[in-house]
């Protein structure tokens, strides 16, 4: 299961926009996103390439830690 630490995001409408994004993103389920601390977890099938899930999360305004 992956984990991906994501700072900026500060109330739920943050969390429900990154969770809204993953649950758009093919080969990706049970996903959990929580302010404390700030991160998404979730299921990833093995074509789910998280770089490019990073990528996606930068683009809607928050910052990915690598």
């Known amino acids: 299961m992956p984990v991906i630490k994501i700072s900026g995001m500060s109330c739920a409408h ?3 926009s990154v969770t809204k994004l993953l649950e758009a993103t ?3 389920s ?4 929580t ?3 700030g991160q998404a977890s ?5 074509e789910v390439n998280l ?3 990073k990528e996606a999360i930068r ?4 910052d990915p830690q690598d």
């Open 35 to 37: 302010l404390t601390p």
């Open 59 to 62: 683009k809607i305004g928050f």
């Open 14 to 16: 943050c969390t429900g």
């Open 51 to 53: 770089d490019q899930v």
């Open 30 to 33: 049970g996903i959990t996103v």
């Open 26 to 28: 093919p080969g990706i």
């Open 42 to 46: 979730f299921d990833a099938t093995p």
